[in-house]
C-alpha cells in the first residue's frame, strides 16, 4: 500500500464512520464545528474537518480529499504531511479568528489548501514536474476558485480563503525544500 493510501484512506473512512455514527444515532456533531472567537470554538479548529452537514457535502469532499490527497502525497510526500498539518490546523485557526459568527464544518477549508498548493507550487518552483501538475489542477479543479467568494451564507467561505491562502503559503515555504520529492 502507498504512502497516500495509509493517510488519506483511512482518513476518509474516519469521516465517513462520524457521519454514519450521526445518521444511526440520529444526531449531529456540527455543534463541535468551529465558532469563532468562543472557547468552545476552539474544539472545531481539530473537528471541524471531520464534520459535515450531509452526505452530499460528504461525499464532494471525500472525492476531492482522495484525488487531491492522493496526488500531494504521490508527487510531493517529502512536504505533504506537513502541508496537510499547515492547511487542516492553520486554515481552521484562521477560521476562528476571522470567520463570521456561525458554525463553520466541512473539510473544504483542508481541501482548498491543498488544492492551492498544488495549483501554485509551479509558480515557485518554475521546474517542469511541478508547472505540469499546476497546470493539471488549475484545468480540472478551477472552478473551486469560485467559492472564496462569500454568494451562500450556508457556504463558509472563509473556510475556503483563508485554506486556498495557507495553501498558496505552503507552496512559497515549501517550494525549496530539499526533501519536497522524497
Known amino acids: 500500500m502507498t504512502r497516500n493510501a495509509n493517510f488519506i484512506l483511512p482518513f476518509i473512512g474516519l469521516i465517513w464512520l ?11 456533531f456540527a455543534g463541535f464545528g468551529i465558532f469563532p472567537r468562543t472557547d468552545f470554538g476552539l474544539v472545531g479548529i481539530l473537528a471541524a474537518p471531520l464534520i459535515h452537514g450531509n452526505v452530499p457535502h460528504l461525499l464532494s469532499n471525500s472525492v476531492a480529499l482522495l484525488l487531491l490527497g492522493s496526488g500531494l502525497w504521490w508527487l510531493y510526500r517529502g512536504v505533504a504531511r506537513a502541508v496537510f498539518f499547515w492547511c487542516y490546523f492553520l486554515t481552521g485557526g484562521l477560521v476562528w479568528a476571522f470567520g463570521r459568527p456561525a458554525v463553520h ?38 472552478g473551486i476558485l469560485w467559492g472564496v467568494l462569500p454568494v451562500d451564507p450556508q457556504v463558509s467561505f472563509e473556510s475556503h480563503l483563508l485554506g486556498a491562502l495557507v495553501g498558496i503559503g505552503c507552496a512559497w515555504a515549501f517550494s525549496r525544500s530539499p526533501s519536497l520529492y522524497r
Open 18 to 28: 462520524i457521519k454514519l455514527v450521526e445518521i444511526f444515532l440520529n444526531v449531529t
Open 105 to 142: 464544518i466541512g473539510a473544504s477549508g483542508l481541501l482548498y489548501g491543498i488544492a492551492l498548493f498544488l495549483m501554485t507550487i509551479g509558480l515557485f518552483r518554475k521546474d517542469a514536474r511541478s508547472i505540469l501538475v499546476s497546470v493539471a489542477v488549475v484545468f480540472f479543479y478551477s
